[in-house]
Nanobody, 113 residues
Framework: VQLQASGGGLVQPGGSLRLSCAAS????????MGWYRQTPGKQRELVAH???????YYADSVKGRFTISRDNAKNMMYLQMNSLKPEDTAQYYC????????WGQGTLVTVSS
């Protein structure tokens, strides 16, 4: 199984980033896929998830600012993050929803001036 997140970086408050997730292995295109994030000392939290048909869910903290999408043909998932805030700083991971007990390295997003 592969769940490789990329696209993180340092961005100023109000800026944008687009994260990508490459999924492979036994992960089916029918699975619900999600983005999660974690900061030191806190539990990992669900940010958003998307079904194979494109139905989405967002945590209240990111609603209206983040957009999740997927390309089933390529087994890719994306997270467009706009209007970023310092509190969005975290390690971001992709996984199924509910998540399987495998987490890749994730990608670090730092929002700071």
């Amino acid at each position: 199984v592969q769940l490789q997140a990329s696209g993180g970086g340092l961005v100023q408050p109000g800026g944008s980033l687009r994260l990508s997730c490459a999924a492979s292995g036994f992960i089916s295109r029918l699975n619900v896929m999600g983005w999660y994030r974690q900061t030191p000392g806190k539990q990992r939290e669900l940010v958003a998830h998307v079904t194979s048909g494109g139905s989405t869910y967002y945590a209240d903290s990111v609603k209206g600012r983040f957009t999740i999408s997927r390309d089933n043909a390529k087994n890719m998932m994306y997270l467009q993050m706009n209007s970023l805030k310092p509190e969005d700083t975290a390690q971001y991971y992709c996984n199924m929803w509910p998540p399987i007990d495998y987490w890749g390295q994730g990608t670090l997003v730092t929002v700071s001036s």
